[in-house]
């Protein structure tokens, strides 16, 4: 897949991702005078609902659009019950930022739609029936495609379709958004598709609605390719997958006579304090060159022993979001939430006992245990190969199967546990992350630890391949691109 697009109001630049163009837009604080000229002929930006972005890019929007004519105006159904937390916010009737969903949408000249996925999926059809001719939906992710592909329908052939994706929940993007008051690139990086233009003018609204939102980086997606990337990256090593490598960890510690509190440590505290920062600061390989002669030998073990099975998996995924599956079950599973609705994932002993080894922790003690980092990182690169083999853009790859996780998901995990990282995503990512987990779990514990116990042998070509895999440059040219600050940092 190629890419090029063209701005009448941001510059673009080139970057060199393992040898193929792509081109990117750089934002901050310093753009924010642009953005009248970016959204010429928008008068109003609604925000339509409340979970887990639409409190950060209402605020963010709000804030970096003050003292122009573009009001953003909060839409959600009349008895929401985010209504409270909205007018908390300072979004009101009384001030005109605040009204009933449909009414927002038939008004503003761009809805961005922040409902729940099974929301957009139920209720598309009241929503495109809003939308006026000429104005422009924004998605921050590609579900809705993805269903209307399903039930061979398409969006209205007169109005622009735009994304504007952030690579982290909404709580980071509000959070480094105001970090970023003080400190110029504080923000997470976003993708942006256009899937429709009808007015030449969809491109710079939807830089300008990422430069917004508080990006540092945007990069370019198309929709479709967003929503199968994304939808297999939260079940995969974002969110799915390292939920099961940690409680696969964890026992398997616990069975080699480590105690419990060290089981945790040497799991999820290795993985998401030095294993997490090293990847996020020098990169994959520093976590492999940092180790000793013997551990390099254990990682080379466990990686190997990791990276087929978790393919296997990724593979399984991958077709089951590229066939629509994933999206039919997520429609299905919201049918289910009022009988049977999400329950707590942190139960388990070794949650229990992660709340004490929290409360006590000394990150100067955190060992970087070679099993931990070679199971992780296998599964990591397994990912990224099959992205690349399935014509993912390196971009996108590295954006969402590398520095989403070190930089935006797994902090949360390191400071609050599995069920903070994940109750925090959205709908589909936590019925993901829930699906999927037991999977990596079950076949790490029948495969990858059973053929490390056994000391099977390295296969020295795969890991060669590691060595030398072309995500390596990639990610040292994207990494420049990250938020200039850390999320828990």
């Known amino acids: 897949m190629s890419l090029e697009f063209s701005t009448k109001t941001f510059e673009k630049e080139k970057i060199i991702l393992a040898g193929k163009e792509e081109y990117i837009v750089r934002g901050g604080r310093h753009l924010f005078p642009l953005l009248p000229k970016a959204f010429e002929g928008i008068h109003q930006i609604g925000v339509i609902g409340w979970s887990s972005q639409g409190p950060a890019q209402a605020q963010n929007l709000r804030d970096s659009l003050v003292g122009t ?12 019950s985010s209504i409270p937390l909205a007018e908390k916010a300072g979004f009101t009737r009384v001030n005109g930022t605040l009204g009933e969903m449909y009414e927002v949408i038939s008004e503003s000249d761009l809805s961005i739609l922040l409902i729940s996925d099974a929301a957009q999926a139920e209720n598309y059809q009241q929503i495109f029936e809003a939308i ?32 504007v994706c952030p690579k982290g929940m909404g709580p980071s993007v509000r959070r480094l958004y105001e970090q970023g008051k003080d400190i110029n690139g504080a923000g997470i990086n976003s993708s942006f598709a256009i899937h429709q233009d009808v007015n030449g003018k969809a491109t710079d609204y939807a830089i ?42 964890y026992r398997w510690f616990v069975r080699h006579g ?151 998901l797994n902090p949360y995990m390191h400071q609050k546990g599995v069920a903070f990282m994940v109750d925090n995503c959205s709908i589909t990512a936590r019925l993901g992350a829930r699906k999927w987990a037991s999977r990596f779990d079950y076949i790490f514990c029948q495969q990858t630890f059973p053929a490390l116990d056994d000391n099977k042998y390295i296969d020295e070509k795969l890991f060669e391949d590691f060595l030398t895999n072309q995500i390596h440059q990639a990610l040292s040219v994207c990494a420049q691109l990250r938020p200039s600050v850390d999320i828990f940092g």
Request: charged fraction near 20%; include cysteine; hydrophobic fraction near 40%.
């Open 208 to 249: 300008g609605w990422a430069v917004a939102i508080g990006s540092p980086t945007i990069f370019q997606t198309t929709l479709e390719s967003e929503y199968k990337s994304d939808i297999f990256g939260e079940r995969g090593i974002l969110l799915g997958a390292i939920y099961g490598i940690v409680e696969s960890l």
């Open 258 to 408: 480590y105690s419990q509190e060290a089981a945790y440590v040497n799991s999820v505290e290795s993985l998401t304090e030095p294993i997490t920062k090293r990847i996020s600061k020098k990169g994959i390989l520093s976590v492999y060159e940092f180790l000793n002669e013997t551990d390099k030998e254990t990682f080379k073990k466990a990686y190997c022993a990791a990276y087929h099975p978790a393919l296997e998996i990724l593979m399984e995924i991958y077709d089951e979001v590229a066939f629509g599956n994933e999206i039919r079950s997520v429609i299905a599973a919201n049918n289910r939430h009022q009988r049977y609705p999400l329950g707590k994932i942190d139960g388990t002993e070794m949650w229990q006992i992660g709340i004490h080894v929290r409360a006590n922790k000394q990150p100067e003690k955190i060992p970087l245990h070679p099993v931990t980092a070679g199971v992780y990182i296998a599964t990591m690169m397994a990912q990224v190969d099959l992205l690349k083999e399935k014509g993912h853009l390196y971009s996108e790859i590295v954006n969402e199967s590398i520095i989403e996780a070190v930089d935006s």
């Open 132 to 163: 006026r001719p000429g104005a422009t939906l924004g998605l921050s992710h590609g579900f809705l495609l993805g269903h209307l592909k399903n039930i061979d329908e398409s969006f209205p052939e007169n109005i622009n379709v735009i994304a």
């Open 69 to 80: 004519n573009i009001k953003v105006k909060v839409g959600l159904r009349k008895n929401s």
